[in-house]
Nanobody, 122 residues
Framework: QVQVVESGGGYVQPGGSLKLSCAASGSIFRITTMGWYRQAPGKQRELVAAIVSGGSTNYVDSVKGRFTISRDNAKNTVYLQMGSLKPEDTAVYSC????????????????WGQGIQVTVSS
């Protein structure tokens, strides 16, 4: 079993910053991709940012230049630094971890965090 725990959400005014953290633990041999998703009320979940083990990243267009994803492979932790926040960034943010359980695993598994609320409002 793999546990994924997020932290760092909360309430912030427009233009402000927040940093989300996500730590994975448990039966993990190797993590490939770590990503942050979000879902706003009445909208579909979308991928905000993702980072692979080698460090390559990708972002949804709406957050490019404002958000930065990073990871600490030694700690199985991924971060999302969010800046210049806008009301439309308000959503539940969830962390996804794609991993292999053992060196013999043929396919990776996915684990999700419980989700964390980010509210941007004046």
């Amino acid at each position: 079993q793999v546990q994924v725990v997020e932290s760092g959400g909360g309430y912030v005014q427009p233009g402000g910053s927040l940093k989300l953290s996500c730590a994975a633990s448990g039966s993990i041999f190797r993590i490939t991709t770590m990503g942050w998703y979000r879902q706003a009320p009445g909208k579909q979940r979308e991928l905000v940012a993702a980072i692979v083990s080698g460090g390559s990243t990708n972002y949804v267009d709406s957050v490019k230049g404002r958000f930065t994803i990073s990871r600490d492979n030694a700690k199985n932790t991924v971060y999302l630094q969010m800046g210049s926040l806008k009301p439309e960034d308000t959503a539940v943010y969830s962390c996804n971890v794609r991993y292999y359980t053992t060196m013999y695993s043929l396919r990776p598994s996915d684990a999700w965090g419980q989700g964390i609320q980010v509210t941007v409002s004046s």
